[in-house]
């Protein structure tokens, strides 16, 4: 593992309520490209918080963050050139309900990166292709199922030529019979090569794709290794009580 | 019972009786028209008060005042019987299809505003210029004859478009001589200056209600008596004197 | 002579002779009066395009800066704060601190003000001395006055869009103001729109309130014809179906917006 590093994050705090409640408690983590990482752990422990701070949706209170060299927590950044090339996908989809699908996937590409109408939609096609919704290009969100959705949010991020995929919990809002398609979705992207981020609850999932576990617990990283590592043989006692309930 | 209907009923006559005594008309009428109609110490002033309460005299009925806007006193006195405008109404062809009016009893002529140093003189100056008047006054007539309908502009009271003209919306201002003297003497604005042009103002007449021939009848009988008694000459020495002396 | 004018001399000589006229020959007079005769019609056309121009670009106005005012209004502009070093990034941060806080007094200013005031201190005191042509003042006036009310109604629109879509323009790199303008102000729009109706229906019936500064829109040539026929009544009633023309005409192209945008997100 000595590819170039992607996302670097050191001493990374969060405060929420003026202090009052300490979501991030200095976290310090390495993401290189094509890793995957999978962050799990108990509700309320910070790993959604931790996922957020990454493309700066929330401003972190203390800490850095370097997203391929550059430090994104110094007001001087321009966010918003950085956020580009930092795909990512949300629990709830949050589609825009105003456009079609086509449309959810062309509109950043052409206004922000400039690309000819025609261009955008015919790499959205092919995206759409990959993920077998191509013959809903023209519908609007809300004719869509919530596995169709997510899909949709996923290729809607990859139009963007992202470095990096952060995914907020993004089958925990879908019926069970709805979680594979998505989850096929992602597996297939890693397998693409594609730098991940993953906040999730499947255990599944993490322990066949992660290249990397993170076990966030109160606001700081318990425990990270391999899934194998995890999953098998947690070394610390709040590990291995976390994955007794879920497993 | 009996006696108690009975009772009722003989008061009931006795106030029918004590109101053909003394039968009460309203008039109704705009009092911001000095010195026509004008509000001085909270009482009611003008030639067209001290007329009308001696043509109730002579007629035998009594007046209620009632101030109102000038184009509402149209509208009370077609749907009120008992009420009649004294208001320096102008008597047109077109508006004894709606209302009777009485014999005219003044044509005081017209005169012209403008801002001194216009160089304004004739009625001809006048053509093509934006002539200000109240609505619905012989004055809006005259300066629609002259200018035409499109640039005659009409107010809803002569004060308003002395304002247009003081702040050089219009050319000019006609109105009614005494009015125009007796309110730009209270104005005390020494860059309008007053023009007679000898323009044709139409006859003044007092509104009576269609249905109602009878006090028509009275008030005209009343007005041939009152000007062979010389009351006009006494209230024009009363009402018009100082412009006399402006003159 | 036209057959109007035909029709309407005996009933002119009947009026004239204190004949009874029947209930039709009364109505005729009515209209053959405040219609017909001197082509009075036209007066009314007149008024209802003027009505309809001030209407149509105080709206114009009203939606644009009310907009831009519910946007300043809302809580992720008033709280935005700069903590850089860049002194000109610093000054704009104060600017933009003065503009949120001259827009609440703005929309306190014009909402808790008369519309008529407003009318008349833009037509003589801020065009004092100056020859302005009164449809602009009816525009400048109306709109200003409209953008309040249209700013508190967007303002809920825009409240009204779930937070998630901010995010999910902002994770693909939208500007805070681009994810306003093409992700949330559409959206609030659809949400805004039934009470924008209602709004935009107030405000063509308030333009007969520039009839005060002798504009001759609709309300005013009713009240020309008034003057000269001494009809009681008749004009208004014409002025007042000719109102409710727009405003129901205006109603129908809303609805239709509004099906269309139902429609396209079931």
Redesign the interface.
Known sequence: MNAEIILSVKDLEKHFNEGKLKALQGITTEIRRGEVVCVIGPSGSGKSTFLRCLNLLEEPTSGTILFEGTDITDPTVDINLHRRKIGMVFQHFYLFPHMTVLRNMTIAPIKLLGKDKATAEKEAMALLQRVNLADRADAYPSQLSGGQKQRIAIVRALCMSPDVMLFDEPTSALDPEMVGEVLDVMKELARSGMTMVCVTHEMGFAREVADRVLFIDEGKIVEEGTPEAIFSHAQEQRTRDFLNKVL | MKKVIAILVSLMMLASVAMAAAETIVVAFNPEYPPFEYVENGEYMGYDVDLIKAIAEKAGFDVEFEAMAF?AV??EV??KKDTIGVSGISI?E??????DFSEGYINAGLIVVIKDGSGLATADDLKGKKI?AQ??TTS?FAAEEITGRENT????TFL?AI??LQ???LDAVIVDKPVGMALLAGLADDSLIIVDMGLQADWYGIEVN?EN?ELLEKINNALKELEAEGFFEELAVKYFSNEEAAE | MTVFEEWWLPIKAMVENKEPLTIFQSFYKEIYMNVLQDDRWRMYLDGLWITLKVSFFAILVGTILGTILAVLRLPEVTELRYKGKNPLRRAGDVVLRFLCWFAKFYIDLMRGTPLLLQVLIIYYGVFGQVRVDKLIVGVIACGLNSSAYVAEIVRGGIMSVDRGQTEAGRSLGFSGPATMLWIILPQAAKSALPSLCNEFIALIKETSILSYIALTELTKAGDYIRSRTYSAFTPYIISGILYLLMTLILTKLIGRLERRLRNSER
């Open positions: 184009d149209i509208s077609m749907t047109t077109e508006r004894k299809l709606n209302v200000g609505l619905g809006d502009e009409t107010y809803k308003d304002k247009d702040g050089n919306k269609k021939p």
